[in-house]
């Protein structure tokens, strides 16, 4: 059974009617893009679970189908995986970023609310934006202003708890930066001026200080050498354990944020 959604809102119905499918055994939820300059039937998997239908100049709905029922164990298989990654939003999802905890609230229109001490914020959002149409839309809009309240009140928490860790372990940092990075937790240039991603704040202490000493590391090290990986060590006990944890988690998307 195949079944055509369409969009609920009306502000987008006239460009998305017939944007997504519903494919028996396969998906609940199937975006459709057509694009005139591909040449062959394509999914694409988004890191945050959404399948996308890419379908060609010249196709048709029955070999569109044919396409995704043959590719039905690769896809279910490829969304289990990134929403192993991604945590799913929900209305009233609880997500935990370590220094502040977040709900989603619908609401008739977007804003956040804080309670006194700040530890807990409210994200209201337009109702629309839990359908899942709009996954993407609140997924980006979870991270921007989570990525804005880690810079305005984390920025100067984990430059103390790197500045700290630096002097415990009695090494010289020309300066530490924090700043919003897509891929790199963290960086150490030529000249010993450490980079770290903000992101670091929402995840746990423990992530954080290997990062920190990993680039701290990289002071003495300015490789990936054995011996870099052995003094590492040294300073950080457990580094190779953490550093697997860490490449599993992507600091544009929300991964390592728990939900209740
Ligand atoms: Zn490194």
Same mark, same amino acid.
């Given at each position: 059974?195949?079944?055509? +959604?369409?969009?609920?809102?009306? #502000? ?31 999914? #694409? ?10 379908? %060609? ?7 569109? !189908? ?7 164990? *690769?896809? /279910?298989?490829?969304?289990? /995986?990134? #929403? ?11 997500? =935990? ?8 609230? $619908? ?21 629309? !934006?839990?359908?899942?149409? =709009?996954?993407?839309? !609140? ?13 305005? *009140?984390?920025?100067?928490?984990? &430059? ?8 415990? #372990? ?23 001026? &450490?980079?770290?991603?903000?992101? !670091? ?15 701290? $590391? ?10 870099? *990986? ?6 950080? %006990? +457990? ?11 992507? %600091? ?9």
């Amino acid at each position: 059974m195949t079944e055509f +959604g369409f969009e609920t809102s009306a #502000k987008h119905a006239s460009e998305n009617l017939f944007s997504h499918l519903t494919v028996e055994n396969v998906g609940d939820y199937i975006q459709i893009k057509r694009n005139a300059k591909a040449r062959f039937y394509r999914i #694409k998997i988004s890191q945050n679970a959404q399948v996308m239908l890419v379908i %060609p100049y010249g196709g048709n709905i029955e070999a569109a !189908l044919d396409f995704v029922h043959k590719k039905a164990d *690769w896809i /279910q298989g490829a969304v289990r /995986q990134a #929403k192993a990654q991604t945590p799913e939003l929900k209305e009233n999802s609880q997500l =935990n970023f370590y220094l502040f905890t977040m709900t989603l609230v $619908a609401s008739d229109r977007s804003k956040v609310v804080s309670d006194r001490s700040g530890a807990h914020l409210e994200l209201q959002v337009e109702r629309e !934006l839990f359908l899942q149409t =709009n996954r993407n839309k !609140l997924h980006a809009m979870v991270l921007k202003i989570s990525e804005a309240y880690l810079q305005l *009140w984390g920025k100067e928490l984990l &430059i103390e708890q790197a500045n700290q860790l630096a002097s415990e #372990k009695a090494l010289k940092v020309e300066a530490f930066k924090v700043r919003s990075q897509s891929s790199l937790w963290g960086s150490c240039s030529a000249t010993n001026t &450490i980079s770290l991603n903000i992101h !670091l704040m929402r995840l746990d202490k423990k992530l954080r200080d290997y990062v920190i000493c990993h680039e701290l $590391a990289h002071i003495v090290h300015k490789n990936h050498s054995r011996d870099f *990986w052995r003094y590492l060590n040294q300073i950080f %006990p +457990g580094a190779k354990a953490a550093d697997k944890i860490l490449r599993r988690l992507n %600091p544009k998307l929300l991964t390592g944020v728990t939900i209740s």
